[in-house]
Every structure is written in C-alpha cells, then in structure tokens.
C-alpha cells in the first residue's frame, strides 16, 4: 500500500520527544504547518526546551490523566521499544483516538494491543546514531520506507473500525514523505532481523575488534561499515532483546556465513572465497542500480 | 615517521593504472604537474585511454623490456595485492631507481624482495568500492595514513641505500598529502586484518545474509554497514588469501564476539548485552571525537 495524501491531522501527542519523535515534530512542522503538536514526557525542562526551540506547542510532564488529551489527537510511543506499551496504553488511556508508535521490533508490541483497534503498529525505517531532539531532521523520514503492522481481524466487529484507523495512520506517515507497507508484525520483525539488526550487531562486533591504537590505521570502509555501532547501547539492547528469537537466527546464520570465510582461508579455496565474496557483491550492488 | 615536503620526483612509472594507480596520476597532476608519467600494464587500449583522459604522459603495454625505464623513474606497482610481485620485478628488470607499491598486504611481498635494497613498499590507506581508472580521483590520499614497510637490515652493506631509498619513497607518498608511518610487514599485515580486512568480511557477511526481495526494508544503517562488500572480487579475495593467517586470527575474534552476543541473546542477559555494545560503541565513538 502506498498513500501520497496530506495528513488531515489538526493534533498530535509525542511521547517520547528524543531524535525520533524530534524528527517527526520537525517534519510535521515543515509539511503540516497547521497541526499542533503536545509533547509528553518524564523531564519537563526537557521539554520546555522542546516547546522553545519550536518544536512543540504545548507539553504534559509526568503521568498522564485520564482523557487529558483531545480525542481527535493522533498519538505516537516514540520510545526505545521495551517502553512502546505502557507509552501507547497510556496515550490511549489519556484518550487519543488512534495511537501508533515508532518502534524497530513490532510482534511483542502488537501482541498486547492484539483486542485495542486503536493501535496501529508502525515502524518508520530510518534513523540516526544520534541522540536527542537536539539532532531532530525534518528530512530524516522522506523517502525512506515506514511499515504499518495493522493486526488481522478478519470476523471481529471492529473489523472496519481497525481498517479506518489503519488508514489513517497510513496516511500520517505518508504525510512525513514516506512510502507506507503493510506487513504481518511477525514478518516484519523476521525480514527486519536481517536488513538492521544483525548488521548493527556484525558493526559492533568489526568496532569491538578493533583497540584504540590501531585507529590510525582505519580507512574509510572502517568509518563506514561500524557507524551505526555508535548507537545509543539503551535503544539497541532493547531492539536486539525484544526481537531475540529471530536476532538468535540471524546471527547464526551470520556465523556460518563467517566460518565459510574461515574455512575457505584455512583451506586456501579461492573458488569458494570469490563465491562468498561475490554472495555479498551481487545483493549490495543491487541497491545502488 | 611524518614527512611533509614536496616530492622531488621527475618521473614516475605506475605499473597497473586502475582506481588506486589512476588515483596516483591524478593526484601527481594536481601536486606535482611537472613530473613525467609513465603508464604500464597489459591492455594498449587502455592505456591509450588513460593518455587521452590527460592521467599519463606515455605507456608501455606488454612484457617491459630490461633498461626500457628511466634509472631515475620511481616505479610504483598497483596491481592486486597477488600480482604485486612480478610486477615489481619487472619495474626494477625495467629500471626504475626504487619501487614501491600500494598493495594492502605487505609481508608476502616484502620477504620476496628482502635481499633488494631498491624496493620499498608502501600502503596507502584509501581506496572506494569502485574500479578502473575511469573513477580515479585526485583526493583519494589527501589526509590518509600511508605505511611504509622497510625491511629492516641492521648490518647488511646495503643499510645507507635502503635508508635513503625509503626517505624517498616516504617523501613520495606525502607528496600526495598522506601522512607516512612506519611500520614491520608483518605488524602491518596483523593490524590491517582487524581495522580493514574484517570490516569487509562482516560486511559481505551482513549483505550475504539478505535477499534481494528484502533490499526495500533496508535503511541508511545497512546501506553504510554494507558499502564496502560492493567491491571487487578479485581484489578482495586476493587480500584475504594473501593475508590468511592474520585474517583467520580475526575472523575467529568476531566469531567468539558474534557468538557471546548469541548466548546473551538466549539467555536474555541484558547486562552482557549492554557490555558488548558498549566495548564497541565506545571505541567507534573516539573515531568522531
């Protein structure tokens, strides 16, 4: 599904105002000028600052309370995802009357709004190694790709109900200068195991071989291929924990794929290492044609 | 060792005009416009080409033949690191006064010509994932590390010539805006393994693990992470052979990271997790401090 429509939201409610939903604010401002924006979060001096550098109109410190927001107010967890539920319950319960969120693994968040036809999972796919709305980019979303994960219900009664909230949520992200996906959460985490986890966790393991004396003599490809390893250690344990069972898979399959490297080395197999080698060419140059 | 001064090379003869010998003509044209260079390698329509393109003063394509060089040439081999040997052989057969290299392994090359004082090799730390002469550029070396590995002769005769030999080749290479450290063939090999050659097996190892129907849910993270398995086969398995014994060494290291990140996974242990992050989000980050 792609939607290229304008968001018709008139509000918004951020939980969670760090780089991503900084951006979001910043991208709401720059596409959607007429929408208001509430920030809500633990640290209210974060957010004053927040509402100063204009990118909240208004904030909410601390718990929030019941039906303390508007009911047409779309609200988004912007959370490191083992704190996605209770920021979307509690937006929920604050009474916004569609939330979404922002978070890299969907099935554990989706699982417990599996009967709340006002969630609709979302994963906005792009990102920074930056911390805090300081680094906010109101370009960091366009272009790039944002899955929606709306659960199936094929029999219950709010079956109509969950699809207009999925179109709405569609189209919000859509608004950012997205192209919106709909996919099974399941399926999404299995495929997004590959294409972002394991890939910080192969950067992470290149930059922890590695000592400091040895980094003047690190090239480009090294600055390159361990960038996202400077990532922020809270949000990507996170990220890895929730999505153990198939992060465990992809880095078994990493792992074979290494001691095939290793073996072709020890047995100096030059047909089988140019194999491995061009495996790996073949795909990445495929993103660049 | 740090050398900054102008280069007082009249003439160069660059055996292999790729990306990085490509790379070398140009930058000599823009930071030394008077010096002579000469082309070799196998294909006359290439390097007619690379004559056309305004990269070299004259080539020499085929078998060289012996004295058919300047005496005062510095020749410079940049072929595959597997193709270095006899292409050096053949500059000094040919000539040239002293010959370096730029090959990206240093121990296999340097022991061949231990015994001859005229050979100095060389590693430029720089290159891209693109190949051919088409793509050189003048800046490729600007501010990099280049290591010069001088086999080190305490009490041959030879002593005085090797040392004038490789302050030579040091001046050339910093002439190119590179910063010249000095290193033994096999510590540079060992360090190499870790800060360059591994980055690109967990590279190809990140992109081999992801098909092509996946490649839309990949972000900034996986492009970057993965750059570097785009390029050459031929160059990169011919680096790895070359370099076996140290790259196997690495290898195993990022096999045991990748796997303590595989049990912290299974058993949900959060902290081993944090602390795994951690050793390599700290070192990356010192790259940008």
């Known amino acids: 599904m792609v939607v290229q429509v304008a968001s018709p939201e008139t509000c918004v409610?951020?939980?969670?105002?760090?780089?991503?939903?900084?951006?979001?604010?910043?991208?709401?401002r720059v596409r959607s000028p007429g929408c208001h924006i509430i920030g809500v979060g633990r640290s209210a001096a974060r957010l004053e600052?927040?509402?100063?550098?204009?990118?909240?109109?208004?904030?909410?410190?601390?718990?929030?309370?019941?039906?303390?927001?508007?009911?047409?107010?779309?609200?988004?967890?912007?959370?490191?995802?083992?704190?996605?539920?209770p920021a979307a319950e509690a937006l929920l319960r604050a009474g916004c009357g569609v939330v979404t969120d922002a978070g890299s693994v969907k099935d554990p968040i989706c699982r417990v709004f599996a009967n709340q036809p006002r969630?609709?999972?979302?994963?906005?796919?792009?990102?920074?190694?930056?911390?805090?709305?300081?680094?906010?980019?109101?370009e960091l979303f366009a272009g790039r790709v944002c899955v929606?994960?709306?659960?199936?219900?094929?029999?219950e009664p709010s079956k109509?109900?969950?699809?207009?909230?999925?179109?709405?949520?569609?189209?919000?992200?859509?608004?950012?200068?997205m192209r919106v996906v709909e996919m099974l959460p399941?399926?999404?985490?299995?495929?997004?195991?590959?294409?972002?986890?394991?890939?910080?966790?192969?950067?992470?393991?290149?930059?922890?071989?590695?000592?400091p004396e040895m980094l003047p003599l690190t090239g480009t490809g090294f600055r390159d291929t361990t960038r996202i390893a400077a990532g922020s250690a809270a949000v990507w344990t996170s990220i890895l924990s929730d999505n153990a069972e198939?992060?465990?898979?992809?880095?078994?399959?990493?792992?074979?794929?290494?001691?095939?490297?290793?073996?072709?080395?020890q047995s100096q197999n030059l047909e089988a290492l140019t194999a491995l080698w061009d495996a790996g060419a073949s795909l990445r140059r495929m993103l660049d044609a």
Chains 1, 2 share one sequence.
């Not at 609709?120 to 792009?126: R, W």
């Not at 972002?196 to 192969?202: A, E, G, I, Y």
């Open 49 to 85: 600052e927040a509402v100063r550098r204009g990118l909240l109109d208004e904030y909410r410190s601390g718990e929030l309370s019941e039906n303390s927001l508007p009911a047409h107010a779309l609200g988004i967890a912007c959370q490191p995802v083992n704190q996605i539920v």
């Open 246 to 265: 198939h992060c465990i898979d992809a880095i078994q399959q990493a792992e074979m794929r290494l001691a095939e490297f290793r073996k072709a080395l």
């Open 186 to 211: 399941p399926e999404h985490d299995r495929i997004l195991a590959l294409t972002s986890h394991l890939p910080h966790v192969l950067a992470s393991v290149a930059a922890g071989c590695v000592t």
């Open 160 to 177: 109509s109900e969950r699809e207009a909230n999925s179109l709405r949520v569609a189209k919000f992200w859509a608004s950012l200068g």
């Open 119 to 138: 969630f609709v999972g979302a994963h906005p796919i792009a990102g920074s190694e930056q911390n805090g709305f300081e680094a906010a980019d109101s």
């Open 13 to 28: 409610a951020i939980s969670g105002v760090g780089l991503i939903g900084g951006s979001i604010a910043a991208a709401i």
């Open 148 to 155: 929606i994960t709306p659960v199936d219900t094929v029999t």
